[in-house]
């Protein structure tokens, strides 16, 4: 048995990780021994080994906070859950191992389907859904404009705004990225630039835009907040450019543009259990029916962590990257 640990934290994040060998306790009870079967790594978690997330475990630690695995042992008392059934994780539980043990009442049962992706539906699809419901009243045939498209939550939004009818508008940084954005179901692709606005209007021709979504900052957030349409709303995610989020002044006084910012672990906090079961029994349903998939990168043990996590790290890869143990 593996888990992935780091010590510290440091600028060059597969450099603080390794492989190191996991020793587990007594199944405790209450609790099930757990075979993990694939858990993604996502951009947070490599701003965690970074330092530079917004929410930091304590050090010594064990990366990886989404995924699923295979129920192989039963602890004292269980008895919702049978042995070989797939499960998904706690959210934050450590998931870069290939063994763990999980409270039962905190694990959720899954339908048999791809456990690579199912494993990445706690964090992208519940993000990609809420940007699209939370903040704009949509309706069908209405435009939505969103740069990181090619990002894992970039893929689930063209498809979920598919699904209800919207058009997106799509923009990337580099020209080889179009092609995957058009073959997830992008209505139009453009490559960022100042000139953006313009060429959103051409491509919409001249149609409100009033959402829309932002997952870079610095001079990419003022090129959607000008392409958006009076009184739109445009939602901050993520820096992935590292520079604050800069916006004309043009656009908060003269077309009354708001800029907004969502973190899914706020949401977890407020939203009643009701909530969080209307929208993940949605994206269940639809992952294990094959209607919302992510793109795969490439596969990694736990073992080449490193590799792994210097992989997901690289700005021109064209999938996620899943820890398979």
Not at 205 to 215: C, E, H, K
Not at 255 to 261: F, K, W
């Amino acid at each position: 048995m593996l888990k992935a640990e780091y010590q510290h934290r440091g600028k060059v994040p597969q450099d603080v990780i390794e492989a190191v060998e996991l020793t587990l306790p007594a199944l405790p009870a209450g609790q099930v021994l757990v075979k993990v079967l694939a858990a993604p790594i996502n951009p947070s978690d490599v701003l965690t080994l970074t330092g530079e997330y917004g929410m930091l475990p304590p050090l010594p630690a064990i990366g990886g906070n989404e995924g699923v695995g295979r129920v192989e042992q039963l602890g004292e008392g269980v008895s919702n859950l049978k042995v070989g059934q797939t499960v998904l994780l706690p959210v934050g539980s450590g998931t870069w191992v290939t063994h763990l043990h999980a409270p039962a009442n905190k694990l959720i049962p899954l339908p048999d389907a791809d456990p690579q992706q199912l494993a990445m539906m706690t964090i992208n699809p519940p993000t990609a859904s809420l940007l699209l419901s939370e903040f704009v009243d949509l309706k069908p045939g209405d435009w939505v404009i969103q740069n990181a498209a090619n990002s894992g939550v970039g893929g689930y939004l063209i498809q979920l705004a598919k699904l209800r009818g919207f058009k997106t508008i799509n923009v990337v940084r580099r020209e080889s990225a179009i092609a995957e954005v058009k073959a997830e179901g992008g209505d139009v692709v453009l490559v960022d630039g100042p000139d953006l606005p313009k060429r959103v209007r051409e491509a919409t021709g001249g149609a409100p835009v009033m959402l829309g979504i932002d997952a870079i900052g610095g001079a990419a957030t003022d090129h959607l907040a000008a392409s958006l349409g009076e009184g739109g709303t445009l939602v901050n995610y993520g820096l992935m450019s590292g520079q604050p989020c800069q916006v004309s002044a043009a656009s908060f006084v003269f077309r009354d543009v708001t800029l907004r910012g969502f973190w899914l672990a706020k949401w977890f906090q407020k939203a009643t259990p009701a909530d969080q079961f209307k929208v993940f029994g949605e994206l269940t349903q639809l992952i294990a029916a094959g209607k919302l998939k992510a793109r795969v990168a490439a596969t990694f043990d736990i073992s080449q962590i490193k590799q792994a996590i210097a992989a997901a790290a690289s700005g021109e890869r064209g999938g996620k990257i899943l820890i398979v143990p």
